[in-house]
Nanobody
């Protein structure tokens, strides 16, 4: 199983980016998707979560600006980021709580990260 994140880049403050992450391989179910980010010198922090029910949660710092969504048929998750600020700069990682086909064990899987840089 692999998670591939994409969509990062350089954007000016106030701009928008849309991150994507797709899971591939023998995937049975994906329960929860999440996006994390890590700024230079900082610990990785949770940005947004979406459950199988489509219930979402956001870090206070991104509420009203970011939207997480998922497309179950494609085993994919997205993060629409609007009104970006320099403080949003960092490497963004997707994370999935998933089961492989034929397995009853839930696994915590990570994408490789995609860099978002917001200039002032």
């Amino acid at each position: 199983v692999q998670l591939q994140a994409s969509g990062g880049g350089l954007v000016q403050a106030g701009g928008s980016l849309r991150l994507s992450c797709a899971a591939s391989g023998s995937i049975g179910n994906i329960n929860t998707w999440a996006w994390y980010r890590q700024a230079p010198g900082n610990e990785r922090e949770l940005v947004a979560t979406i459950y199988y029910s489509a219930l979402t949660n956001y870090a206070d710092s991104v509420k009203g600006r970011f939207t997480i969504s998922r497309e179950n048929a494609k085993n994919a998750v997205y993060l629409q980021m609007n009104s970006l600020e320099p403080g949003d700069t960092g490497v963004y990682y997707c994370n999935a709580d998933l089961r492989r086909t034929g397995s009853s064990r839930w696994e915590d899987s990570w994408g490789q990260g995609t860099l978002v840089t917001v200039s002032s």
